[in-house]
Protein backbone atom coordinates (compact mmCIF):
# COMPACT_ATOMS: atom_id res chain seq x y z
CA UNK A 1 0.00 0.00 0.00
CA UNK A 2 1.59 3.18 -0.73
CA UNK A 3 1.63 5.75 2.03
CA UNK A 4 -0.98 8.56 2.03
CA UNK A 5 -1.89 11.39 4.40
CA UNK A 6 -4.44 10.31 6.81
CA UNK A 7 -5.72 12.17 9.84
CA UNK A 8 -8.71 11.36 12.12
CA UNK A 9 -10.67 14.10 13.80
CA UNK A 10 -12.82 13.45 17.34
CA UNK A 11 -12.85 12.87 20.66
CA UNK A 12 -10.49 10.65 22.82
CA UNK A 13 -12.47 9.38 24.86
CA UNK A 14 -15.18 8.16 22.18
CA UNK A 15 -16.13 4.27 21.98
CA UNK A 16 -16.29 5.11 17.74
CA UNK A 17 -13.40 6.80 17.76
CA UNK A 18 -11.47 4.42 19.66
CA UNK A 19 -13.11 1.58 17.40
CA UNK A 20 -11.70 3.57 14.27
CA UNK A 21 -8.33 4.16 15.61
CA UNK A 22 -7.66 0.58 16.93
CA UNK A 23 -9.07 -0.45 13.10
CA UNK A 24 -6.06 1.77 11.59
CA UNK A 25 -3.33 0.85 13.83
CA UNK A 26 -4.38 -3.15 13.55
CA UNK A 27 -3.55 -2.71 9.55
CA UNK A 28 -0.69 -0.76 10.24
CA UNK A 29 -2.43 2.55 8.79
CA UNK A 30 -0.11 5.19 10.05
CA UNK A 31 -2.21 8.63 10.93
CA UNK A 32 -2.65 11.78 12.66
CA UNK A 33 -5.13 11.90 15.10
CA UNK A 34 -7.13 15.67 16.01
CA UNK A 35 -8.98 15.97 19.04
CA UNK A 36 -11.74 18.20 19.15
CA UNK A 37 -11.41 19.25 22.91
CA UNK A 38 -7.77 19.82 23.22
CA UNK A 39 -7.06 21.14 19.68
CA UNK A 40 -10.48 22.48 18.69
CA UNK A 41 -11.46 22.71 14.95
CA UNK A 42 -11.82 26.01 12.69
CA UNK A 43 -14.51 27.27 10.50
CA UNK A 44 -13.09 26.72 7.38
CA UNK A 45 -12.69 23.36 7.48
CA UNK A 46 -16.15 22.67 8.96
CA UNK A 47 -17.45 24.68 6.09
CA UNK A 48 -15.37 22.31 3.50
CA UNK A 49 -16.67 19.35 4.91
CA UNK A 50 -20.22 20.78 5.01
CA UNK A 51 -19.79 21.45 0.90
CA UNK A 52 -18.19 17.42 0.77
CA UNK A 53 -20.86 15.69 2.42
CA UNK A 54 -23.31 17.98 4.04
CA UNK A 55 -23.73 19.61 7.04
CA UNK A 56 -26.74 17.68 8.01
CA UNK A 57 -24.32 14.54 8.07
CA UNK A 58 -21.94 16.28 10.11
CA UNK A 59 -24.30 17.38 12.96
CA UNK A 60 -24.39 14.53 15.20
CA UNK A 61 -28.21 15.54 16.40
CA UNK A 62 -28.10 11.61 18.71
CA UNK A 63 -25.41 12.85 21.07
CA UNK A 64 -26.03 14.23 24.53
CA UNK A 65 -24.85 17.15 23.98
CA UNK A 66 -27.44 18.08 20.92
CA UNK A 67 -30.33 16.74 22.62
CA UNK A 68 -29.66 18.80 25.77
CA UNK A 69 -29.92 21.79 23.79
CA UNK A 70 -32.98 23.67 24.43
CA UNK A 71 -35.79 23.65 21.90
CA UNK A 72 -34.90 27.27 20.43
CA UNK A 73 -31.73 26.18 19.39
CA UNK A 74 -32.23 23.17 17.98
CA UNK A 75 -35.41 24.49 15.44
CA UNK A 76 -34.91 25.26 12.52
CA UNK A 77 -31.47 24.72 11.80
CA UNK A 78 -29.27 25.95 8.78
CA UNK A 79 -26.09 25.44 7.62
CA UNK A 80 -24.84 28.82 9.08
CA UNK A 81 -26.76 28.06 12.15
CA UNK A 82 -25.31 24.43 12.58
CA UNK A 83 -21.65 25.20 11.88
CA UNK A 84 -21.64 27.63 15.06
CA UNK A 85 -22.82 25.01 17.29
CA UNK A 86 -20.27 22.65 15.89
CA UNK A 87 -17.58 25.41 16.35
CA UNK A 88 -18.80 26.27 20.19
CA UNK A 89 -19.23 22.64 21.06
CA UNK A 90 -17.10 20.33 18.81
CA UNK A 91 -18.77 17.08 20.37
CA UNK A 92 -21.86 17.99 18.38
CA UNK A 93 -19.68 16.97 14.83
CA UNK A 94 -20.11 13.37 14.06
CA UNK A 95 -16.79 11.10 14.44
CA UNK A 96 -14.83 10.30 13.15
CA UNK A 97 -14.23 12.07 10.75
CA UNK A 98 -11.19 11.11 8.74
CA UNK A 99 -9.40 13.02 6.02
CA UNK A 100 -7.25 11.05 3.50
CA UNK A 101 -6.23 11.47 -0.01
CA UNK A 102 -9.25 9.32 -0.95
CA UNK A 103 -11.47 11.99 0.05
CA UNK A 104 -13.77 11.91 3.38
CA UNK A 105 -15.38 9.81 5.55
CA UNK A 106 -17.84 10.34 8.08
CA UNK A 107 -17.89 8.10 10.96
CA UNK A 108 -16.21 4.36 11.48
CA UNK A 109 -17.83 1.31 9.54
CA UNK A 110 -14.88 -1.22 9.21
CA UNK A 111 -16.07 -1.98 5.17
CA UNK A 112 -15.90 1.54 4.51
CA UNK A 113 -12.46 1.59 6.08
CA UNK A 114 -11.43 -1.17 4.12
CA UNK A 115 -12.79 -0.04 0.99
CA UNK A 116 -10.13 2.94 1.22
CA UNK A 117 -7.43 0.87 2.78
CA UNK A 118 -7.48 -2.44 1.73
Known amino acids: MTAQSVTIYGIKACDTMQKARAWLEGRGVAYVFHDYKTQGVDHGRLEGWARQVGWEVLLNRAGTTFRKLPDAEKADITEAKAIGL ?12 LESEGGLIVGFKPEIYAARFG
Open 86 to 97: MLAQPSMIKRPM
